[in-house]
Each structure stands twice: as C-alpha cells, then as structure tokens.
C-alpha cells in the first residue's frame, strides 16, 4: 500500500443513489439527495462542506430520480466545485457496489472521503485525514459515543474488530481482541485508494461487509469525533432537527 504523501490529494464521494424511504412522501416523487435544510439541499450542504476542506473534485453516484440530481448540479454549476456522476441508473448498488461502480472516477488521489449524502455534522475532516495519514490506515471510520441500533466494535488500540447489530443481537467478530468497545458509525469514512483494487468486484453489496473482511489483514481505525454536531436527515422529523441545527452552510464549518 502506497504511504500518503504530507500535502495529499483528495476526492470524494457523496453516496446519493439510495431509495430514501424513511423520508417519504419526499421521496414518492425527488431523490432525498434534493430534501432541502434551510432553503439548501442536502447535496448541496455536503459539496460545500467538502469545499471548506478544500475537496472539490467529487463523484456523485445516482439512482433514484437521477435525473432530478443531473439538473440541479448542472443549473447550479456543481456549486463550484467540479463533480462527476457516477450512473446507477440501472441498479441500485448500495455501499460498496457503488463504490467500485465508481471506481475509475477516483483515481490519482491519495485519500478519498466517502460520506452519506444525508448526512450533516462539523466534524474536522482535516484532523480526521492527519489521523488517517499518520496512521497509514486502509480505511478510517468516522465514530461517535452515541447511542444507536448498530455498533463498530474496536479493540482497545482503536482497530476496528467487528460489528454488533443490538436491536437482533447479531454480531460478527473478525478479530479476538477483548476487551471491545461499542461506536456508532457516523457514514463518513476516508479509504486509501489502493484498498479499491480489493473490493469484491461488481454487484450489490455494503462496505460495512467489506470493511469486515478487511480488518483481519488491514489497518482500519475509527476516528471518535464524539462532541461535533451530527446528524442523519433520513425522516421527516430529522429534516425538521437539522433546520434547527443548521441554520446556513457556515454552521457546517470547522
């Protein structure tokens, strides 16, 4: 695996082909990629986080009314930012089928920043990549101490172990190495390019299953950003939570 250089270049990857049926109505008839906080949506809440990092060469995947997505980057001008579409038109990919659909969209990078398009937060993307880069990880997790239905689990030097579903009690254990702590994962993650040649190739399937086949023989760490304001916009209450929290793209700053 290639080590990162001390000024890396980086891209990004907006996740935004999903059916978003937790926000219906919306969704009956728009992507939720288009749900608007605060007079802006959430792809364009997202695009101008990554710019306050200085990321604005970006890949967009789509599926679900794609085309609603195609119009609104291309009337706003990708925000000023250069953004490449990512077609799922065909089939929904999830995680990481997407990921490896996109694949040739992300070369010539040194770390790429994968994050859930209905995901807003402060978290420091700068901190988080100093981590990712001093520690010459595969993959780093973006985590937090909050409560939720699923859990990463990490040993005690932060490496990632498992995975624990607490509303079934299904758990996958990779590695042995008790004790382990539970952290929700927060659907931004920063991957070594290099570890794209080790997806499973084409086809529908999650990262949270890649990322467990992984970590028997690559180093993947959560980055705990407990503290920062975070939130998942998936249902209508939680639209309504972040306008609350997010009053203009600037709260979104570092």
Known sequence: MRQLSENPVVKAMVLAAGLGTRLQPFTRTHPKALAQVNGKTLLEWNIRYLQQFGIRNVVVNVHHFADQIIQTIQAHQGWGSILHISDETEQVLETGGGLYHA????????????????????????????????????????????????????????????????TTGE???????????????????????????HLPGAGKYSLVDVYLQWAPNYL????????????????????AAAERLFASPDQSSR
């Not at 981590?131 to 932060?158: E, G, M, P, W």
């Not at 993947?220 to 639209?239: K, M, Q, R, S, Y």
């Open 220 to 239: 993947l760490e959560g980055f705990n950003h407990t503290g920062d304001t975070w939130i998942d916009v998936g249902t209508p209450a939680t639209l």
């Open 103 to 166: 694949r040739k969209l992300l070369e010539d990078c040194d770390a790429l920043v994968v994050m859930n398009v209905d995901i807003l937060t402060n978290l420091d993307l700068q901190l988080m990549l100093a981590q990712h880069i001093a520690r010459q990880s595969a993959v780093t997790l973006a985590v937090t101490d909050r409560v939720a239905s699923r859990y990463f689990l990490f040993n005690q030097r932060n490496r990632l172990c498992g995975w624990r579903n607490q």
């Open 171 to 197: 758990e996958k254990l990779v590695l042995m190495d008790a004790p382990l702590f539970p952290k929700a994962f927060s659907g931004i993650q920063i991957i070594n390019p290099a570890m794209l040649q």
